[in-house]
T-cell receptor, first 113, second 110 residues
Framework: EPEVTQTPSHQVTQMGQEVILRCVPI?????FYWYRQILGQKVEFLVS????????KSEIFDDQFSVERPDGSNFTLKIRSTKLEDSAMYFC???????????FGEGSRLTVL | RKEVEQDPGPFNVPEGATVAFNCTYS??????FFWYRQDCRKEPKLLMS???SGNEDGRFTAQLNRASQYISLLIRDSKLSDSATYLC???????????FGKGTKLSVKP
């Protein structure tokens, strides 16, 4: 069964460092998303991406964040200068073009020290 | 403001019990409604969509009341494997981006 894959599963970084989280969406999906979940909190929308550009973003997605689809398969989230409060689980998702159902990856846990 | 509110629980119930979760949403323009399930430290997974007419999938029944902006999930004959956090989710925006509630934790005991 096709699935969304994410790497790394866990990354530990120092405050101020740049982090890139990688995702491979399901191959025939056209919309891609990043969500985050701070431990014990709700899943929060960050950004949606379609046709090689951002289609919508939340107030969380400030200038420190960027997304990119560098090739035909990867979809990345970059955090330029990490802060302690960026520590969270980051979920990538893509949506089925027929049903609109979102499929989530297993997440990348980011710990900022 | 886009908000989805749920009772956080936890709901502790014995096997075989019937349990109901409720959810309210603030954005009357929301188009689609879902229940997701999330196991501890795992990704959310779609449990079922919610339709105005109500829908049932085995032991699970979902209801939507658009006038009251209220969604419910009923689980009958609960199993140990139903233990998880249940997320109420609504869409917003033209791309149908998801807004999640904080979730209701269910623990089914033997």
């Amino acid at each position: 069964e096709p699935e969304v894959t994410q790497t790394p599963s866990h990354q530990v970084t120092q405050m101020g460092q740049e982090v890139i989280l990688r995702c491979v969406p399901i191959s025939n999906h056209l919309y891609f998303y990043w969500y985050r979940q701070i431990l014990g909190q709700k899943v929060e929308f960050l950004v949606s991406f379609y046709n090689n550009e951002i289609s919508e973003k939340s107030e969380i997605f400030d200038d420190q964040f960027s997304v990119e689809r560098p090739d035909g398969s990867n979809f990345t989230l970059k955090i330029r200068s990490t802060k302690l409060e960026d520590s969270a689980m980051y979920f990538c998702a893509s949506s089925d073009p027929n049903t609109g159902e979102l499929f989530f990856g297993e997440g990348s846990r980011l710990t900022v020290l | 403001r886009k908000e989805v509110e749920q009772d956080p629980g936890p709901f502790n119930v014995p096997e075989g019990a019937t349990v109901a979760f409720n959810c309210t949403y603030s954005n009357s323009a929301s188009q689609s409604f879902f229940w997701y399930r999330q196991d501890c430290r795992k990704e959310p997974k779609l449990l079922m969509s919610v339709y105005s007419s109500g829908n049932e999938d085995g032991r699970f029944t979902a209801q939507l009341n658009r006038a009251s902006q209220y969604i419910s999930l009923l689980i009958r004959d609960s199993k140990l494997s139903d233990s998880a956090t249940y997320l109420c989710v609504v869409t917003f925006g033209s791309q149908g981006n998801l807004i999640f509630g904080k979730g209701t934790k269910l623990s089914v005991k033997p």
